[in-house]
C-alpha cells in the first residue's frame, strides 16, 4: 500500500517538476544549433542515444511548431515518470521496449507515422547496450519509407550519472550544442548496413 502511494505520488510530482528542470537548463544555456535548417513535412524518424534525450523535446520544437510526435518509451516505471514528462511539451508516448512486446509496439509505431505522426526514438534503450543499434528503429524506418533525422545534444557543462547509458544532465550557464543529420533513407538496406549507417551517424558531429 506505502509503495503504491509512493508511486503515486511520484507520478504527480517528478514529471512536472522534471519539465520545470528541462526548461530551466533549455534557457539558462546558450544554444548553437548544427542542423538543417528545414527537413520534410512528412512524418520523419527522431532518433538519439539514450544518454542524450533530457533535452531533446527542444530540437524536436525547432523543426515543428506545433508537435504532432509519439515517443517510444519503455513500461517500466522509471518510462512512466518519463512518459508524464514529455506531455508537458506536447509529446504523445508509445509504451513499450524491445523486452516487452517488440512487435506490438513496433506495429503502434509504424501505424503511428502512417497516421502522419512523427517518432522519438532511442535506438539503444531502454536498456542498452550503450551505442548499439535495435532491430525496430530499421524495421520501422523501412516498413513506411519514413526518413531518419540522426540527432546529438552535447551541453558543454554537464553531469553525467553513473548508469548503463552514462546519462547526461547539462549544467546551467554553458551551451547546449545541437546536431541534426541530414534526412537518411535506409529503404534500400540490408539489417546489417543500416545498423552501421545509423550507429555512425549517431556518433557525428
Known amino acids: 500500500m506505502l509503495k503504491k502511494l509512493s508511486r503515486a505520488l511520484a507520478l504527480y510530482l ?5 519539465s520545470l528542470l528541462i526548461r530551466f ?9 548544427h542542423v538543417p535548417q528545414k527537413i520534410t513535412d512528412k512524418p520523419v ?5 539514450h544518454g542524450e534525450l533530457l533535452m531533446l523535446p527542444y530540437l524536436y520544437r525547432y523543426y515543428r511548431k506545433k508537435p504532432h510526435a509519439k515517443v517510444l518509451i519503455s513500461p517500466h516505471f522509471d518510462g512512466k515518470l518519463i512518459s508524464k514528462t514529455v506531455e508537458y511539451f506536447g ?6 521496449s524491445s523486452d516487452k512486446n517488440p512487435t506490438r509496439t513496433l ?11 512523427d517518432i522519438g526514438i532511442t535506438p539503444d534503450g531502454p536498456k542498452g547496450p ?3 543499434v535495435a532491430d525496430g528503429i530499421i524495421v520501422m524506418a523501412q516498413k513506411t519509407e519514413a526518413k531518419l533525422l540522426l540527432l546529438r545534444i552535447e551541453p558543454s557543462r554537464y553531469w553525467q550519472l553513473n548508469s548503463w547509458d552514462k546519462f547526461v544532465i547539462p549544467k546551467p550557464f554553458g551551451t547546449l550544442h545541437y546536431y541534426a543529420s541530414s534526412e537518411l533513407d535506409i529503404s534500400g538496406m540490408d539489417m546489417q ?6 550507429k555512425e551517424g549517431l556518433k557525428k558531429r
Open 14 to 18: 517528478v514529471p512536472f517538476l522534471g
Open 25 to 33: 537548463l533549455y534557457y539558462t544555456n546558450k544554444k548553437v544549433y
Open 45 to 49: 524518424i527522431f532518433a538519439c542515444w
Open 91 to 96: 509529446l504523445e508516448t508509445i509504451a513499450g
Open 107 to 117: 506495429i503502434q509505431a509504424i501505424k503511428a507515422i502512417k497516421e502522419g505522426y
Open 130 to 132: 550503450r551505442h548499439e
Open 193 to 198: 548496413e543500416a545498423r552501421r549507417v545509423i
